[in-house]
């Protein structure tokens, strides 16, 4: 019922001002003006059809409310101006000639004129009001699309977001993890080999295993949180370039360190954190593939470190004074070291170069002339 509201009112309102102005007697001007209030019942599905049945009824039963509604609704449902020009056109025409037609005097200029602008205004008056209802309408849609679409690109955020957190996550895990759990199992091998207890033996052997087994594990969980997306925010804690020592020291590895940067100058967070994981990384991958190895760890600002002598294995060494740069290069493996047999998935050089690149800097890797391994980084300090 409320629904049929706005489709009863209008012909409600129509028949009352065919009543009052034709009279309860039955005639031809009665009887085009309920016609044209009745013909308001279809003007939503046939809105120009509607509108020219309407017509008599202004020019033959003098009513104006049909004829209006009627021309109202065509301007909220017709976007063709030239169409809604005609149409109003028609209505003054209907409302300016009197019926019937000799009846038309034109002998009283001013009376002409208010005539034809009372005709002009009751034509422009529906359809403005009708093109300013057809704008609001639209307007609310846009708007409605827009807030929906605000919601959309609202998820997709989230969801964007979600996938750089997950990708962050892999690769602090890869990092952080996998270097303490290879560190674990290198430490158990050592006391399984050393230690004549029996217990103790089979003891380190279950903690090389399960540390084996876990970093299978850490393995598979980075493959999946790797493909969320990148890195593009910051954990914390974080390591910086003051931490390396100290890692150096726990890696169980015949490490010479290097360094000739100054420790009293501050630099980009995201640049030492970088260095420190390069590091990390390429300590963890010694372990890893080149147990016994020596290696050589070399932190330097400006030029860099570069190759001995002649030995450059086809990179370039250097870097732009401005720029913090990072070796780890490792030796062959020594053969009566047993290897310690811990998976690898591939992802942290993959991750360091990503990191690198994030930065603005660069970082390659590649084999020596000796069968060893080499790592160098270069992170621009500025910009």
């Known amino acids: 019922?409320?629904?049929?509201?706005?489709?009863?009112?209008?012909?409600?309102?129509?028949?009352?001002?065919?009543?009052?102005?034709?009279?309860?007697?039955?005639?031809?001007?009665?009887?085009?003006?309920?016609?044209?209030?009745?013909?308001?019942l279809l003007?939503?599905?046939?809105?120009?059809?509607?509108?020219?049945?309407?017509?008599p009824g202004i020019y033959i039963g003098y009513i104006w409310f049909a004829p209006m509604i009627a021309l109202y609704t065509v301007a909220t449902r017709r976007t063709d101006r030239r169409l809604l020009i005609g149409l109003a056109l028609l209505l003054a025409a209907a409302h300016f000639v009197?019926?019937?037609l000799s009846d038309l005097s034109l002998s009283d200029r001013r009376e002409v004129a208010l005539q034809l602008v009372d005709a002009c205004v009751t034509a422009a008056t529906p359809v403005a009001v009708g093109l300013l209802t057809r704008t609001r309408r639209e307007l609310a849609a846009r708007l409605d699309e827009l807030t929906r679409s605000r919601a959309r690109e609202d998820r997709l955020l989230s969801e964007q977001v979600l996938a750089t957190e997950r990708a962050r996550l892999a690769r602090e895990m890869h990092d952080?993890?996998?270097h303490q759990v290879s560190l674990i199992s290198l430490q158990a091998g050592a006391l399984q080999i050393a230690t004549p207890d029996e217990r103790a033996r089979e003891g380190a052997r279950k903690i090389r295993e399960l540390?084996?087994?876990?970093l299978e594990e850490l393995r598979h969980m980075?493959?999946?949180l790797r493909k969320a997306g990148a890195d593009t925010e910051e954990l914390s804690p974080q390591?910086?370039?003051?931490?390396?020592?100290?890692?150096?020291?726990?890696?169980?590895?015949?490490?010479?360190?290097?360094?000739?940067y100054d420790p009293a100058v501050e630099r980009p967070e995201a640049v030492?954190?970088?260095?420190?994981?390069?590091?990390?990384?390429?300590?963890?991958?010694?372990?890893?593939?080149?147990?016994?190895?020596?290696?050589?760890?070399?932190?330097?600002?400006?030029?860099?470190?570069e190759g001995d002598g002649a030995e450059k294995d086809g990179a370039e060494g250097g870097g732009g004074a401005g720029t913090l740069l990072v070796e780890i290069r490792n030796g062959p493996a020594d053969a009566a070291t047993p290897v310690p047999g811990l998976p690898g998935g591939g992802h942290g050089l993959v991750g360091l170069r990503e990191r690198a690149q994030s930065l603005g800097g660069t970082l390659e890797a590649h084999g020596t002339r000796d069968g060893g391994f080499v790592v160098r980084a270069g992170f621009p300090l500025a910009g």
């Open 1 to 40: 019922m409320t629904a049929a509201l706005p489709l009863l009112v209008p012909v409600l309102l129509a028949v009352v001002d065919a009543l009052l102005v034709n009279g309860p007697g039955i005639g031809v001007d009665l009887g085009v003006s309920l016609l044209a209030a009745a013909a308001l």
């Open 43 to 55: 003007r939503r599905r046939f809105p120009v059809a509607v509108f020219l049945v309407t017509l």
């Open 98 to 100: 009197p019926y019937p």
């Open 176 to 178: 952080v993890v996998a």
């Open 211 to 214: 540390s084996v087994r876990t």
């Open 222 to 224: 980075v493959g999946i």
């Open 239 to 260: 390591p910086r370039l003051a931490d390396l020592p100290k890692m150096i020291e726990v890696s169980a590895l015949d490490v010479t360190y290097e360094n000739s």
């Open 272 to 305: 030492e954190r970088a260095a420190f994981r390069t590091v990390q990384e390429a300590l963890t991958n010694a372990r890893k593939h080149a147990p016994g190895a020596w290696v050589r760890v070399t932190v330097a600002e400006g030029d860099g470190p």
